[in-house]
């Protein structure tokens, strides 16, 4: 089981659309990427680490995705996503204990770039081509969209509201206080 996804976002959101993205889509390109990810790690259990290069912002900047374990983080314009990622691995490894005591596989470095690779292989985190991790993502679609759960599954509010809660929404639809 991977405890932490660092994935380097720009590079994943090429791989996954090739030539798709463009100034004007970027932002819907993005947010579509980290639903993705929120999804795939909500389901596994893990946390995840999404990291974009900026050319903006003169410090680092992190926003963490409401109720999910899902984080994204803007590098600076001063520093490239690949030190970012770099950092928290390192971060990461030595949160879990000693680089040479944790187990290979619990923190996964999903990028293309080399020298990030690299990095990760050095501090014990493992690493999985952007590809790989989409294969991953499409094998989980897959098994979400074919699961026999999805014909049981409550898509009406009234089934994930508490009673109380219901109550109110019905007295405010009708007009009443």
Do not use: C
Not at 51 to 69: H, I, L, N, W, Y
Not at 154 to 169: F, G, Q, R, Y
């Amino acid at each position: 089981m991977v405890d932490l996804y660092i994935i380097d976002g720009y590079n994943l959101m090429h791989t996954l659309e090739p030539g798709k993205v463009t100034a004007a889509n970027l932002e819907e390109k993005r947010l579509s990427l980290i639903e993705q990810v929120i999804n795939f790690v909500g389901a596994s259990g893990g946390e995840a680490v999404v990291v974009f290069d900026s050319s903006v912002s003169g410090k680092e900047t992190v926003s963490q995705m409401r109720g999910a374990p899902v984080s994204v983080r803007f590098a600076s314009r001063n520093e490239s996503a690949d030190i970012v990622i770099g950092r928290l691995v390192q971060e990461a490894l030595k949160k879990n204990g000693k680089a040479g005591d944790d187990k290979p596989g619990r923190i996964m470095v999903v990028s293309a770039d080399w020298e990030v690779q690299r990095g990760s292989l050095r501090g014990r985190a493992s690493r999985l081509p952007p590809r790989h991790f989409i294969a991953e993502l499409k094998k989980f679609e897959k098994g979400v969209a074919n699961s026999s759960e999805m014909d049981r599954m409550h898509w009406k509010i009234e089934h994930k509201v508490d009673v109380e809660t219901l109550k109110k929404l019905e007295r405010m639809r009708r007009g009443l206080k």
